[in-house]
């Protein structure tokens, strides 16, 4: 399977924990994006990096969101102190950057997701 | 005002109907559409860019009006299997300073019945 791949699919965790997800994205793509998605609701925002440089960061996210991409490969999302609020779906995509005109409208390929629940 | 807005539903509607979902979008420095598509409990998959003279993908067409700041998606001949979530995507430069990412609506809910 040469998609986005997503590890865990589901993570339980007590209030307070530190948690980390991984993301592979597809391997030729330099972006890779980061959303949090709830029930109900659209994916949201969270971040994005093309290749290893991290470009842009939702104001939405609080300090304790961290996200690495150290080799422009795979990347992790880290929860510190996690809340209940926290407890979603966290969605990886990627897509190729692409050149001109024609990057605007490269599609996004989502991974399966971690569910994350916050007790 | 949100950045992207879409009637949730959901829409029932009979197999072979025909239905149309509207979004508006904030943003008139926004320049790339898209219409993705969600089952439940399954990730987003990308079921067509809209452009701006408007396009269409088999029973599918998709139409852009810049000056009103709206999208929509037209699906005719509805199928059962057309049933799912139908997330409204706007990309555009000045969400947050960025151009790479891509701005969601909640998604409209389409329930096509036998």
């Known amino acids: 399977d040469t998609g986005v791949s997503q590890d865990p699919r589901h993570k339980i965790t007590k209030r307070g924990q530190n948690v980390t997800f991984r993301c592979d994205p597809i391997?030729?793509?330099?972006?890779l994006y980061w959303y949090r998605q709830t029930l109900g609701q659209g994916p949201e925002f969270l971040t994005y990096?093309?290749?290893?440089?991290?470009?842009?960061k939702s104001r939405l996210l609080s300090d304790r969101f961290s996200a690495e991409r150290p080799k422009g490969s795979f990347s992790t999302l880290e929860i510190q102190r996690t809340e209940q609020g926290d407890s979603a779906m966290y969605l990886c995509?990627?897509?190729?950057?692409?050149?001109?005109?024609?990057?605007?409208?490269?599609?996004?390929?989502f991974g399966n997701g971690t569910r994350l629940t916050v007790t | 005002r949100k950045e992207v807005e879409q009637d949730p539903g959901p829409f029932n509607v009979p197999e072979g109907a025909t239905v149309a979902f509207n979004c508006t979008y904030s943003n008139s420095a926004s320049q790339s559409f898209f219409w993705y598509r969600q089952d439940c409990r399954k990730e987003p998959k990308l079921l067509m860019s809209?452009?701006?003279s408007g396009n269409e993908d088999g029973r599918f067409t998709a139409q852009l009006n810049r000056a009103s700041q709206y999208i929509s998606l037209l699906i005719r001949d509805s199928k059962l299997s057309d049933s799912a979530t139908y997330l409204c995507?706007?990309?555009?430069?000045?969400?947050?300073?960025?151009?790479?990412?891509?701005?969601f609506g909640k998604g409209t809910k389409l329930s096509v019945k036998p």
């Open positions: 809209v452009y701006s």
């Open positions: 995509a990627s897509s190729p950057a692409g050149t001109g005109r024609g990057s605007y409208n490269s599609p996004l390929h």
């Open positions: 990096f093309q290749n290893e440089a991290q470009l842009e």
């Open positions: 391997s030729e793509h330099n972006r």
């Open positions: 995507v706007v990309k555009g430069a000045d969400y947050g300073g960025s151009q790479g990412n891509l701005i």
